[in-house]
């Protein structure tokens, strides 16, 4: 369906389909004087041009609208002289007949490239994860205690067995559900990430499938399994990518990149990934402190 854009003093208006285009020219809000533009022109149009196209020439009120809108004679002398930006070739200074900046993204997708693209760094990386692996864990422990304990009060040490396999394939498929379908969603964010204000996407920008989501999360596993190397590896490469983002072609970048409020992106950690570390840095020294509690606790009593 082609998708239509008309200027509105300085502002551009759209995208709108042509039967929208047309109630609005029945309505008197646009004029065959109006300029509008749509894929494929080379540059804006007054819409007296385009009237075949949007079967305009049998609507009653076409004459009554012949000397309706706004003045836009410096305009038409702009477009006859070359001195008129053309569609996507952007400019310092914003012009409603700039075209649509979906239209310099990649057909079909709503990504918006070539512009300013903001990286996740490991820290904030981390906080999403720290998020999501507390949000996880609420379902996987329950989950992992009944199984265990059928196998426990069962008193056979095969089923036991059977069911402490079950509790850890259980685990593995609620983390493939959990990161890959969120990843593979509109948004390309778990919950951890939309917290921070982050996203997954391939390379280019393009939403992933669930098929990747599934193969980005055993590439994760497979960085855990590297010392945890394949984490760190996030702080030192080009597009801050881990070792499963460059085997996936993925990046984990601001939730804004790719769009068109890329001057949204925020380029600091941000209040909210702070506050996350900060805590997270509690617990870790609590349990630190817990344990060895519990190791002098034990030590005492074996003496």
């Not at 502002?11 to 285009?21: I, V, Y």
């Not at 533009?37 to 007054?46: C, D, H, I, N, T």
């Not at 609620?174 to 593979?184: D, P, T």
């Not at 996407?201 to 989501?213: A, C, K, S, W």
Request: proline share 2%.
């Amino acid at each position: 369906m082609t998708e239509w854009y008309f200027a509105d003093g300085q502002e551009r208006q759209g995208p709108l389909t042509a039967d929208e285009m047309r109630l609005r020219f029945q309505r008197a809000q646009i004029s065959l004087t109006t300029l509008v533009w749509r894929e494929g022109f080379a540059q804006w149009k007054p819409l007296s041009e385009a009237v075949d196209e949007l079967q305009l020439q049998n609507l009653s009120s076409a004459a009554e609208n012949l000397g309706s809108g706004f003045d836009l004679r410096g305009d038409y002398t702009a477009i006859d002289n070359g001195t008129a930006p053309l569609p996507g070739t952007g400019g310092g200074t914003y012009s409603p007949y700039t075209a649509p900046a979906a239209g310099s993204g990649l057909a079909g997708t709503g990504v918006v490239s070539g512009g300013h693209v903001v990286y996740a760094g490991f820290w904030k990386r981390y906080a999403s994860y720290f998020i999501d692996s507390l949000v996880v864990s609420v379902v996987n422990i329950p989950v992992s205690l009944i199984f265990n304990g059928i196998g426990a009060v069962s008193g056979n040490e095969s089923l036991a067995l059977v069911m402490s396999l079950v509790a850890m394939l259980a685990g593995l498929a609620l983390g493939v559900a959990y990161y890959a379908g969120f990843h593979a969603s509109a948004g390309g964010a778990t919950l951890g990430k939309m917290a921070v204000g982050i996203k997954v996407v391939r390379g280019n920008g393009e939403r992933l499938t669930l098929g990747r989501g599934i193969g980005r999360y055993f590439g994760f596993l497979l960085s855990s399994l590297t010392l945890m190397i394949g984490f760190i590896m996030a702080a030192f490469t080009e597009r801050k990518q881990a070792l499963h983002d460059m085997i996936c072609d993925t990046v984990v970048v601001d939730k804004w990149a790719y769009t068109e409020n890329e001057h949204l992106q925020q380029e600091g950690l941000g209040t909210l990934t702070i506050v996350i570390l900060v805590v997270s840095a509690l617990l870790t020294v609590a349990a630190i402190g817990v344990g060895i509690a519990m190791i002098g606790v034990i030590a005492s009593s074996m003496s």
